[in-house]
């Protein structure tokens, strides 16, 4: 009986001898790298279609050391980025991050957050990463740069001007949940942030001490550490309030904190909004979920993802793109646990 013999496929010689175009060029036009004129570009990428070419992933792997993977980490530990939390921030980055990826023929790789000990990083064949809200002294950003990889955050690193990153407004988002609690009516503001040196938690203080200057406000300034979650929130609110029983708001950056601080609240006897108004910092399934729901800000996570990933893009390509990227500013979303309006009676 006679074989049937497979079709051959198409390779990339065919398609730049079919352009009348190199082989580099093809290459080039087809993944994104190097210059090529615009309209060879797109002719090459006709004649690619119309041949039926499909790259040889393994084969171009092989022979470029690349493994068009990125990774997405998230700095805060477990038991902020973990629970329900897993649903939210990292989760809506992730998504974005992803097809944004894809569509630049990278692949993404979700690290998540860890209970304790370090990320087993090493194992990970990346060519690149996003490490969302480091620390001064992060552990993963320190890793991938030993390693050569670039690095991208989100959030900027303090005291690391080399790792380029995408503005979170922590400083205007911070200004606009302060401003919000004035114009609610709280004369006595706390401010309730983590222990940890993330740029948002050094923004945010310094903001908050200049809102108290400029309205006459004495600071009152909490920190609990992101490893305890809900519960370190709950017993620094619980702490701050026994010793500043005239506060009447709270700006809890951290939702897990806000939710434990809600908890402390309840237990003192005192009610949300009416005898305190409570706010925090990302619009996820926390602060749509806590009783009351609270309010929050809409950080605009998905032009966020797409940024980090372009700029990440442009740094595996180009050692002299851009350090800084700044998204849309930050928008309030008004819930019961500041507006007396919506909690009622």
Known sequence: MEKTLKPQRPRI???ARAAGVSQT???HALNGKGYVDPQTRERVKDVARELGYRPNVRAQRLRTGEANTIALISSMPFEIAGGTARLGFLMEVAAVAAAAALTRGLALVLV???MAGHLPLERLDIDGAIVIEPTSDDANVAHLQERGLPVVCLGRQPGN?????VDIHSSATTALLLDHLRAQGSKHIALLIGAQPRNSYIESRATYERFCITHGMTPVIATADEAGGIDAGRDACAAMLNAHPEVDGLCALVDAFAVGAVQAIA?????????IKVVTRYDGPRARSCRPPLTAVDLHLDEMALQAVDLLFAHLGSEHATLRVLPALPELVMRESSCADLAGA
Do not use: N
């Not at 001007?161 to 990153?165: D, F, I, K, L």
């Not at 237990?267 to 005898?275: A, E, Q």
């Open 267 to 275: 237990h003192l006897g005192k009610r949300v909004p009416h005898d």
């Open 13 to 15: 010689a065919d398609v």
């Open 112 to 114: 998540p957050p860890v």
């Open 161 to 165: 001007e080399t790792v380029p990153y």
């Open 25 to 27: 060029t093809v290459s």
